[in-house]
T-cell receptor, first 108, second 118 residues
């Protein structure tokens, strides 16, 4: 059974700081997705990583994929309050299998 | 124009009742999904249809019955509702089924239907 593990599950960070969210998965896959969910809202696609070494950046967020280590990271640079949300990674195998999500709170 | 729309957005009902959630997508996608998000925000695939054919049927009680009248619509009917069915149900669609061999397959999600069983 495919396992997708994110850590941390909860993250409180100050504005202006940097941090990384980790996503480990238990099967060979070269397709990894990151989604964002605001409270009470739908899921919004952030990044699609399709090969080993893939790196994508959008604003203060950067995602990378290491398929050999079965690891993806979501790096947050100089956090701002608007980034407060829950972030999910998902691995594409048979269906999109989601991690448990990382609830991020950015405080002044 | 909403890409993936679900109705109703909220459902409050008593145990034992039957309820339905409807989903429609106007993206021209071939594949549609139902996901369940529990109170801890964990998202789990329930069903997937590709061009009206059921292709994923996870371990879900048979009180849950999906129906896809055409590739733009996927409904979910739930019989004999139980307390544990309380959750947010998300419909999603994609160009092709997950796990396929080619390229990205981004899922577009609906706004969710929050079901509360009392």
């Amino acid at each position: 059974e495919l396992k997708v593990e994110q850590n941390p599950l909860f993250l409180s960070m100050q504005e202006g700081k940097n941090y990384t969210i980790y996503c480990n998965y238990s099967t060979t896959s070269d397709r990894l997705y990151w989604y964002r969910q605001d409270p009470g809202k739908s899921l919004e696609s952030l990044f699609v990583l399709l090969s080993n070494g893939a790196v994508k950046q959008e604003g203060r967020l950067m995602a990378s994929l290491d398929t050999k280590a079965r690891l993806s990271t979501l790096h947050i640079t100089a956090a701002v309050h608007d980034l407060s949300a829950t972030y999910f990674c998902a691995v594409d195998q048979y269906a999109l299998n989601f991690g448990k999500g990382t609830s991020l709170l950015v405080t002044p | 124009d909403t890409a993936v729309s679900q109705t109703p957005k909220y459902l409050v009902t008593q145990m034992g009742n039957d309820k339905s959630i409807k989903c429609e997508q106007n993206l021209g996608h071939d594949t549609m999904y139902w996901y369940k998000q529990d109170s801890k925000k964990f998202l789990k695939i329930m069903f997937s249809y590709n061009n009206k054919e059921l292709i994923i049927n996870e371990t879900v009680p048979n009180r849950f019955s999906p129906k896809s009248p055409d590739k733009a619509h996927l409904n979910l009917h739930i019989n004999s509702l139980e307390l544990g069915d309380s959750a947010v149900y998300f419909c999603a669609s994609s160009q092709a089924p997950s796990g396929g061999s080619s390229g990205a397959n981004v899922l577009t999600f609906g706004a969710g239907s929050r079901l509360t069983v009392l």
